[in-house]
């Protein structure tokens, strides 16, 4: 009977650290610098990764973060093909997009 509450114990530690494991994947750290169409600098601080975020761009943008940035012009849900992708730490000078999403 003193087994049982062992295994259980063992399992639950195994499942916290397989969860915590996962954790770091979920979020994307940096900020991504972005012109907004009313012309104002927008700033999207520590995104989360593999999420779509519904913001538009027309100008300068800067992915000052640690994932890829896949840029998505025609659809405000990032689905279909992406017009442009900004590596970390890369400029882009004359970038429209309507959704974006970071990956890798």
């Not at 063992?10 to 979020?27: D, E, Q, Y």
């Not at 940096?30 to 601080?45: C, I, R, S, V």
């Not at 975020?53 to 890829?68: D, F, P, Q, S």
Request: aromatic letters at 8%; charged letters at 20%; a positive charge.
């Amino acid at each position: 009977m003193k087994r049982i509450p062992r295994i259980l114990v063992g399992l639950g530690i195994a499942t916290a650290v397989a969860l915590g494991a996962t954790t770091p994947a979920l979020s994307t750290t940096g900020f991504f610098l972005y012109t907004a169409p009313t012309g104002q600098q927008e700033q999207l601080d520590n995104p989360r990764s593999n999420t779509c975020h519904t913001i538009e761009g027309n100008g300068r943008a800067y992915n000052g973060t640690n994932k890829v940035v896949a840029l998505y012009a025609s659809r405000d849900d990032c689905e279909g093909t992406a017009t442009q992708f900004l590596r970390p730490r890369q400029h882009g000078a004359d970038v429209e997009f309507r959704s974006v999403e970071f990956i890798r």
